[in-house]
């Protein structure tokens, strides 16, 4: 159908409605557009909250566990890790998956919720650090009764991921 056809069509068809009916259509037409555009951006709005609050969440879960799995990463006490992990996994419903890497990013082990949503899913990778403390012995600049120097590193003994689904 040509452009013109089209228009000649709807012309005509719109002059053979009452007046009652065009302006019920001159009204409702653009109330059900605002309408539709309203709860669009509304889904939109909640959509992006929800996968903000996730995404928060998975940060704080994944800060707290790679402070919390520290000694069990560097020890390979893969039973303590399971355990940690599948009781935080147990006792939150929005935590998909959680998983541990060692340094070289090799899978350690990892716990899987059954009750998570596989839909629409976020994670979140922490590195897991153990402090090192760094104690010199030698009395600095060679002088007798000066203190010895310390230094603190952090150093990276594995990651872990956590996964979130609403």
Request: charged share 15%; glycine share 4%.
């Amino acid at each position: 159908m040509s452009p013109s056809n089209w228009h000649n069509r709807w012309h005509h068809q719109w002059h053979h409605l009452s007046i009652r009916n065009r302006v019920l259509l001159a009204t409702i037409v653009p109330v059900l557009y605002l309408f539709c555009s309203v709860v669009g951006y509304s889904y939109q709005s909640r959509q992006a909250e929800t996968h903000a609050e996730l995404n928060e969440r998975a940060h704080i879960v994944a800060t707290a566990l790679a402070e919390s799995l520290a000694a069990n990463v560097v020890n390979r006490n893969i039973a303590g890790l399971y355990q940690s992990m599948n009781a935080l996994v147990q006792s939150d419903r929005s935590i998909q998956r959680i998983a541990v890497f060692d340094a070289q990013h090799q899978e350690m082990t990892h716990v899987t919720s059954l009750a998570a949503n596989q839909a629409q899913e976020s994670f979140v990778e922490m590195p897991i650090q153990k402090k090192l403390i760094w104690v010199s012995l030698l009395p600095q600049g060679g002088q007798e009764g000066q203190t010895s120097a310390t230094a603190t590193r952090k150093a990276e003994v594995g990651f872990v991921r956590v996964t979130m689904s609403p």
